[in-house]
């Protein structure tokens, strides 16, 4: 039986990024993306056919121009559609290439072939509907984030992955030298993903949970050494007190998802919640943050 969805699509403005996404997972979208079609950006979501009706999709989009209202910006363009679930599943595949990311990585998706001798640490990926495929700028940002703190292999190091995606950081963290990551994420297929990557990449000691931060505290009888983040700023905030709790006395953490004018209302509350400030690094309109304890 073929499964359809709604295809959601909003014009792009990166000011309001965080807010669409945030939108589109409230209203229950299974994916999203950023996209260029006809050489115009756009952020699409996709939601289960049967799960909304054409009442639900018109009371999104009524939101969504209230949102871009109060930013004083124009009314969005917004469209839907019903498409099948092979569209979507496999139409990105066509566009997405090989992309190097710091010094050390290059991520392959998994239909393409690796060339030899390629002196990289070569990430193969085949995310699904999971965020993560290497191509935006804060996966890269906490890929070279983590590239800078783990320049060796460190035998005892403990990563918690908070929104793993599609795998993407827990596996890096691991080929880097990282001894153990554990991962978690709200969404299932994000944790179907992050299984499947990690096989496919022969990648072990990564423990996969479907759940958020508070399942980790329930679970681990231990402090971690590191934290890796990249999600929504809207979600890191409230879980920051909740990251103080999991991690060593001298840990740190990479967080990002963050537009650069939210870091310093994110900064605030991390130094608020015995965290200093060790970096800052920016791509675009994006930033990832480097934190240790105080």
């Not at 995310?127 to 495929?133: H, M, R």
Request: with cysteine.
């Amino acid at each position: 039986m073929i499964t359809r969805w709604w295809e959601i699509k909003v014009n792009y403005i990166v000011e309001l990024e965080d807010t669409i996404f945030w939108r589109l997972q409230e209203f229950g979208c299974q994916g999203t993306a950023l996209m260029e079609e006809q050489s115009v950006l756009c952020l699409k979501g996709y939601v289960p056919a049967s799960t909304k009706e054409n009442m639900d999709l018109a009371a999104l989009s009524l939101l969504l121009k209230q949102d871009f209202t109060l930013a004083n910006f124009a009314a969005p363009s917004i469209s839907w559609q019903l498409i099948d679930d092979e569209d979507w599943a496999s139409s990105w595949k066509d566009h997405w290439e090989p992309i190097t990311i710091g010094d050390c990585f290059m991520v392959y998706p998994a239909w393409i072939k690796v060339p030899d001798g390629l002196d990289k640490l070569i990430i193969r990926l085949d995310p699904g509907s999971a965020f993560g495929t290497g191509v935006h700028a804060t996966t890269q940002l906490c890929l070279e984030a983590l590239e800078m703190r783990i320049d060796q292999p460190q035998n005892d190091l403990i990563l918690a992955d908070i929104g793993c995606g599609s795998g993407i950081l827990s596996i890096g963290a691991r080929f880097l030298g990282a001894k153990e990551v554990w991962a978690v994420d709200v969404d299932p297929l994000a944790v179907e993903a992050t299984i499947e990557n990690s096989r496919f990449n022969n990648v072990d000691n990564i423990k996969i949970m479907e759940g958020s931060i508070t399942k980790i505290k329930s679970t681990a009888d231990f402090k971690f050494d590191g934290i890796v983040c990249n999600i929504l700023a809207e979600i890191i905030k409230p879980i920051i007190p909740d990251m103080g709790e999991i991690i060593k006395p001298k840990g740190w953490a990479i967080l990002s998802g963050i537009l650069v004018e939210q870091s310093i209302e994110v900064s605030t509350i991390l130094e608020q919640n015995g965290w200093t400030i060790a970096a800052l690094w920016k791509k675009g309109e994006w930033c990832c943050i480097n934190v240790r304890r105080q």
